[in-house]
């Protein structure tokens, strides 16, 4: 990897206490991601791999460790710097679309700008924009329950793109899609990827989905093994031998 790390964690550990036990989740993790790359973490249930993804987005906190999202060290925030750091940087696309279903389309994307000082014809110059990266402008005024499973997902993208995010994290985005639709968004997500910069990073138990990444990662025990992908900069300290 030639060009600076847009993600970097560097001995990452992160552990639970249940009662008097302490569970080690994960485990003297380093994971570095390109700008523009697209990464998919696989691994059995259990692995790490969602845990891995909440620390990249500043959902929880390392045990120990350090990590930078575009230079900026997240693990140091309070926890309202961070939520105001995942605004205007970090997009979430989950396997549930968490759309509402009594607005139209054009209005579940708008939503995350109403928070914004955006004034409303920038706002919706920005939804129109987002509904037209994921072919849905046709499709502004019906709302969720008139869309298929597949437009419904690209919708989910189109409100996670519009307020223009860095880094998008994807946990299982195409879990309850069939294999047509799956390819679809996954299509999707190489296009955010390769046109317009986006750094992706989704979780996923699906092969054939992880074959659309640039790059797979494998977590075992909450630890990176079997890193694949040309010029990789990542390494497994401490992996399992």
């Given at each position: 990897m030639t060009e600076p790390a847009f993600v970097r964690v560097q001995a990452v550990y992160k552990h639970y206490q249940r009662g008097s036990d302490k569970v080690d989740?994960?485990?003297?993790?380093?994971?570095?991601?390109?700008?523009?790359?697209?990464?998919?973490?696989?691994g059995p249930s259990g692995s790490g791999k969602t845990t891995l993804l909440n620390l990249l987005g500043g959902l929880d906190r390392p045990s120990a460790g350090r990590?930078?999202?575009?230079a900026v060290e997240i693990d140091r925030m309070s926890t309202g710097q961070l939520a105001k750091w995942r605004a205007g940087h970090v997009g979430f696309v989950f396997q549930s679309y968490n759309l509402l279903d009594g607005m139209?389309?054009?209005?579940?994307?708008?939503?995350?700008?109403?928070l914004t000082h955006l004034s409303h014809k920038r706002r919706l110059e920005q939804v129109s924009?987002?509904?037209?990266?994921?072919?849905?402008?046709?499709?502004?005024k019906h709302k969720p329950k008139?869309?298929?499973g597949g437009e419904q997902q690209r919708l989910a993208i189109a409100r996670v793109i519009v307020a223009d995010p860095a880094l998008l994290l994807?946990?299982?985005?195409?879990?309850?899609?069939d294999r047509e639709t799956?390819?679809?968004?996954?299509?999707?997500?190489?296009?955010?990827?390769?046109?317009?910069?986006?750094?992706?990073?989704m979780v996923t138990h699906d092969p054939l989905a992880a074959r659309c990444a640039g790059r797979?990662?494998?977590?075992?025990?909450?630890?990176?093994?079997d890193p694949e992908g040309p010029d990789v900069t990542i390494s497994a300290v401490g992996s399992a031998r």
């Open positions: 989740v994960l485990r003297n993790i380093d994971f570095a991601v390109a700008p523009g790359e697209f990464v998919a973490l696989m990590i930078e999202v575009g139209s389309a054009r209005r579940n994307v708008e939503l995350p700008l109403l924009v987002a509904l037209r990266l994921v072919g849905l402008e046709h499709r502004a008139e869309l298929s994807c946990d299982e985005p195409t879990g309850d899609l799956a390819d679809q968004v996954l299509g999707l997500l190489q296009t955010l990827s390769r046109q317009h910069g986006k750094t992706i990073v797979i990662v494998r977590l075992d025990k909450g630890r990176i093994v």
